[in-house]
């Protein structure tokens, strides 16, 4: 697709230039680009000190800094890194060999690498089964992800009335999905609803692949590998990378270098990007957006409102109550968005000694992703903790040492833990986070030691993010690290609700450009993008 041109009607009428966008995630800069470019004036207005939302790099200790949210890209859409030149804007990808190494309790591991062929000779030494599935299991997703990747830069359509274009696009999508054949197209259709330990088992027969597959589906999800719709999530992957486990792809210096390149694109083009400016509300008048009003009681007029916060922000608390009609209103409260992620960060003297990892294995081996999870079983008994209003003693853990392909995170010699434990749910039944943030960093700590018995001698310090932390110090409301759930029945022409998945909000003059709207939570910046083309397309329609 070609870079968005300014509609003349837009460059020509000044009046019009003048838009905010709310908030400064990575979809919020890239909106403001595109919008930039179309020959608005953006002025991205952010709560935070920086900008960058759930991609920033922190430093948590003296010395050490990490990705503290998200670790990976999506990865971002190839279209985004061309249009907005993110390379030379400073950005810089990191690839390593390994996607994910999985090790057991008892020593035993298995990695599966970026080549599937090198993937299947490992996995041979399991099972000769495994590792004959394996490249048909790749193959399989890449083929079905290519015929969705169309979805991801698509408005969903108007389910009442959809537009010629609307139904352009679907007949296109449609046509890409015929062209799969009927074997994966029955694929398709049957693994949207299924439980991705169902999905796991067809394929393959050892429990820790099962499992390392199994993940990707309940990532950042309130749910188990035997909930329904946990499929959904691989096939959404494939669609974004073409692979259906998650990616390791870093960038040098952690996903703050990934924002701060967006930020310098955006300001590039024409945008202006505020710091510690938190919005307090949108103003509305006659039922249009009009502007807004900052914590410090500052009012900004606006001609278009944008909002990159989640749907529950932005029309939960940023809204008068009245503004919204009560039946959108009720709907919007039964949007689900109970976070289950918290993270530690460990800083350390030594990179920790794995069980039955050698030494000269170990540089490779541990610099994609590091899945504890060991079995199914593991995996729903962890999530059954978050049903039940508790965190898991033995979560389920995405690690991440960065130190290991980008030294300067760390002093030299040390490195850097990210972990991602699963499920620590937003609301307890007993105490609160604050009393028991401490309590979970210790039970990430002890499953770990299962795995890495040294670890505990090289911990420096340690930080522990809770739900909590994730919506009182990165806005994201009940903690969900995705802006809501990405379950079937919250995805597509679904998100955030039916009738609202086009962008634009119930009030006049304001968008959402964030993952909570499709195609969701993810580094991708398709929600952005996506936004960015329904508001120019406004405008053209009727400049004012
Ligand atoms: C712990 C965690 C781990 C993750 N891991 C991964 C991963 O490895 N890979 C991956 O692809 N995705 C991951 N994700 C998901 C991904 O990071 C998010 O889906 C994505 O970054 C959301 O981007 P966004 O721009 O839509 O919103 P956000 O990044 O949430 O940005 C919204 C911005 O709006 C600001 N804001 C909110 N309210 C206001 C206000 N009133 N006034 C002004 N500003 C406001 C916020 O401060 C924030 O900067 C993770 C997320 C989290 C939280």
């Known amino acids: 697709m070609p870079e968005t041109k300014a509609p003349s009607t837009l460059r020509s009428a000044g009046a019009l230039r003048n838009l905010i966008i709310i908030g400064a995630g990575h979809n919020g800069l890239v909106t403001a680009y595109y919008l930039a470019k179309a020959g608005f004036k953006p002025l991205v207005l952010e709560r935070r000190e920086i900008a960058g939302g759930a991609c920033v790099t922190e430093e948590f200790y003296p010395g050490f800094r990490c990705s503290t949210l998200a670790t990976s890209t999506g990865p971002l859409l190839p279209q985004i890194v061309r249009d907005l030149q993110l390379e030379r804007h400073g950005m810089e990808f990191i690839k390593p060999a390994v996607r994910v190494f999985s090790p057991d309790a008892n020593g035993r591991s298995l990695c599966l690498f970026e080549d599937p062929k090198r993937t299947a000779d490992e996995l041979g030494r399991l099972s000769a089964g495994d590792a004959k599935s394996y490249p048909d299991f790749i193959k399989t997703f890449a083929r079905i992800g290519r015929a969705l990747a169309p979805l991801l830069a698509m408005t969903p359509p108007n389910i009442d009335k959809p537009a010629k274009s609307e139904l352009w696009n679907l007949g296109k999508l449609g046509w890409g999905i015929r062209g799969l054949g009927r074997k994966d197209e029955y694929r398709l259709l049957r693994y949207g609803p299924m439980a991705v330990a169902d999905l796991a088992a067809e394929w393959f027969e050892t429990e820790s692949l099962r499992a390392t597959v199994a993940a990707r589906g309940i990532f950042g999800a309130f749910a188990g590998p035997w909930s329904a719709g946990t499929s959904a999530g691989l096939l959404l992957q494939a669609a974004t990378d073409g692979h259906a486990i998650a990616p390791a792809a870093f960038l040098k210096g952690g996903m703050g270098a990934l924002t701060q390149a967006l930020a310098k694109a955006a300001i590039e083009a024409g945008a202006e990007i505020r710091t510690n400016a938190e919005v307090a509300s949108v103003s509305v008048r006659d039922g249009k957006a009009t502007g807004v ?120 010699g040390a490195h850097v833990m990210s972990i991602h434990a699963q499920f620590a749910p937003y609301k307890l039944k007993d105490g609160d986070w604050n009393s028991r943030r401490e309590e979970l960093g210790d039970a990430v700590v002890n499953v770990l030691c299962d795995y890495a018995p040294n670890l505990k001698e090289s911990i420096v310090a340690r930080q522990v993010i809770t739900p909590l932390d994730l919506e009182k110090t990165y806005g994201l409301s009940g903690g969900h690290i995705h802006h809501g759930e990405m379950s079937l029945d919250q995805l597509f022409a679904f998100r955030p609700l039916i009738g609202w998945a086009q962008y634009r909000a119930p009030i006049k003059g304001l968008y959402l450009c964030g993952a909570g709207t499709h195609p969701g939570g993810g580094v991708t910046g398709a929600p952005g993008m996506n936004a960015s083309h329904e508001i120019i397309k406004d405008v053209k329609r009727s400049p004012r």
């Open 293 to 412: 009003v900052l914590t410090n009681g500052e009012e900004i007029p606006a001609w278009t409102t944008v909002s990159n916060a989640d749907p529950g922000v932005t029309f939960l608390d940023l809204l008068a109550y009245g503004e919204l009609e009560p039946g959108f209103l009720a709907k919007i409260r039964n949007y689900r968005a109970h976070g289950t992620v918290a993270k530690v960060h460990l800083a350390l003297s030594a990179l920790p000694k794995f069980t039955g990892l050698d030494d000269e294995d170990a540089f490779e081996r541990l610099s994609g992703r590091i899945h504890i999870g060991p079995d199914i079983d593991y995996l729903e008994r962890a999530f059954d903790a978050a049903k039940y209003g508790d965190f898991s003693p033995r979560p389920y853990l995405d690690i991440t040492i960065p130190t290991l392909t980008d030294p300067s995170l760390a002093p030299v």
